[in-house]
């Protein structure tokens, strides 16, 4: 039973471009959730999705950043126009239906964003 | 969600037990304990969660005090692999936003040798 995917591991992008996170969650888990982690600081919390909904991006930056799961294909964290400030590990975690609310979160490996 | 206090750092001998402290005084009726740690450069690992009753499994023990006010985390033998930061987390398991995981500083756990 394959965990949490997320690809790439490493990714690398100069000023202004464009940056594409994927998350394919565990098998049978419908709930997403994505986090950022700066270097040294803890994890914090961007957005919560479930199935072509958002439920809660209140973590989200207000712009340039957006995020999706589509019914079908994995969750996407799109960060537009990066800056070097984006540079961090971002890491999307999963949990079964029915327990978005209060479930255990099975984490990814994360991506690593280097931002020149 | 309630705040949670742990030490910066630990040491712990391998083949000793760890037992990493959480102080959670404000912790409400519906909050559970979670605890996580990240291996340097991997995701978070849930490593078990709790109420109010004690709870053991294959990784790790679970000591709530009995007005759950604080907890500790006990891993019993520990080795060279459980050397990571440990997050004490306390949140709802219903209504808004207990969904987020609100991750601390945590505790530096060095097992040595």
């Known amino acids: 039973n394959a965990g949490v995917m997320q690809n790439p591991r490493h990714l690398v992008r100069r000023r202004g471009q464009e940056a594409r996170l994927r998350c394919s969650p565990m098998?049978?888990?419908?709930?997403v959730y994505w986090y950022r982690q700066l270097p040294e600081e803890g994890l914090k919390f961007m957005v919560y999705?479930?199935?072509?909904?958002?439920?809660?991006e209140s973590g989200m930056p207000k712009e340039r950043f957006s995020a999706e799961f589509p019914k079908e294909g994995p969750s996407i964290l799109r960060i537009q126009q990066v800056v070097r400030g984006d540079s961090a590990a971002y890491f999307c975690?999963?949990?079964?239906?029915?327990?978005?609310?209060?479930?255990?979160?099975?984490f990814g490996p994360g991506t690593r964003l280097l931002v020149l | 969600d309630a705040k949670t206090t742990q030490p910066t750092s630990m040491d712990c001998a391998e083949g000793r037990a760890a037992n990493l402290p959480c102080n959670h005084s404000t912790i409400s009726g519906n909050e559970y304990v979670y605890w996580y740690r990240q291996i340097h450069s991997q995701g978070p690992q849930y490593i078990i969660h709790g109420l109010k009753n004690n709870e053991t499994n294959e990784m790790a023990s679970l000591i709530i005090t009995e007005d759950r006010k604080s907890s500790t985390l006990i891993l019993p033998h520990a080795t060279l692999r459980d050397t990571a930061v440990y997050y004490c987390i306390v949140r709802a398991n219903s209504g808004a936003g207990s969904y987020q995981l609100t991750f601390g500083k945590g505790t530096k756990l060095s097992v040595i040798p």
């Open positions: 975690a999963s949990s079964p239906p029915g327990q978005g609310w209060g479930g255990t979160q099975y």
């Open positions: 098998k049978g888990h419908s709930h």
């Open positions: 999705l479930q199935k072509e909904n958002i439920i809660d």
